[in-house]
């Protein structure tokens, strides 16, 4: 089974706030019956992936579960309004965005001085020169990115009725082969229209994991690209002596 694990991938309140800044929401007014769905198709998707979820996920699921239960409950008269369900929530979104964001601004500060303070003559000192030697293939990529745009996939394949049961024989190596036959015409394309011709759910999840495997090898790269549900794959050039 093949494991991925990216340093920007943090958990289900990283999950919450993906949805929130791609679909403009009110952090202090969420739409909990919205957000529950997608949280639970994501969780699905992850699933499919074959990827190992934390247990936090299952608990933030269950907790979303029962907020909406408890807005869908009525409210009896005379009785002291309560605080509203999402409150807590909220209240950690919050908090967690403000340490993200503090977290972030610190890297930001450490890349700056690392630019600044290194002896040049002497090799063995870790240095960071550039943004694409600082990221090494995944360039603010996450893994929600990618899950997103699997999903987007997902929803262009024609739904059936029926079920047929057909062995498809692709590998891993298959789908490496075809994703450097692409790269040998061009030097980037979007993941959308690299699976656009795909029809079969096992073949695409076999391309995804096969493109993984060829960022890990340093042979391509992925980037975001304008929409939130789709990202760039490029070419990395070798470097010439």
């Excluded at 907790?63 to 009525?74: C, D, R, T």
């Excluded at 240095?127 to 603010?140: C, F, N």
């Excluded at 999903?151 to 075809?178: A, G, N, R």
Aim: charged residues 30%; glycine residues 2%; negative net charge.
């Amino acid at each position: 089974m093949y494991k991925v694990k990216l340093q920007t991938f943090e958990g289900p309140l990283d999950l919450l706030l993906f949805f929130i800044k791609r679909d403009e929401l009110d952090i202090y007014d969420i739409p909990i019956s919205k957000i529950t769905k997608e949280f639970l198709e994501y969780l699905h998707l992850l699933q499919e992936l074959d990827l190992e979820i934390a247990g936090d996920f299952i608990v933030m699921a269950a907790e979303l579960m029962q907020i909406k239960v408890k807005m869908l409950l009525p409210r009896e008269e005379g009785i002291v309004e309560e605080e509203d369900p999402r409150a807590e929530l909220v209240r950690r979104l919050l908090e967690y965005k403000r340490f993200k964001e503090a977290s972030l601004a610190m890297q930001g500060l450490e890349f700056e001085q690392s630019k600044l303070y290194f002896r040049q003559g002497f090799h063995a000192d870790p240095k960071q020169v550039s943004l694409e030697d600082q990221e090494a293939g995944l360039k603010d990529i996450t893994m929600f990115n990618l899950i997103a745009a699997f999903k987007k996939v997902l929803d262009k394949i024609p739904k059936k009725l029926y079920h047929d049961i057909e062995l498809l024989d692709v590998t891993i190596d298959e789908q490496m082969s075809y994703i450097a036959d692409v790269f040998r015409m061009q030097d980037e394309i979007t993941f959308l229209a690299l699976v656009e011709h795909m029809t079969e759910k096992i073949r695409i999840i076999v391309t995804i994991v096969a493109m993984l495997e060829m960022v890990k090898q340093r042979f391509i790269g992925i980037k975001p690209s304008q929409s939130e549900d789709d990202f760039i794959i490029y070419k990395i050039k070798e470097e010439t002596a």
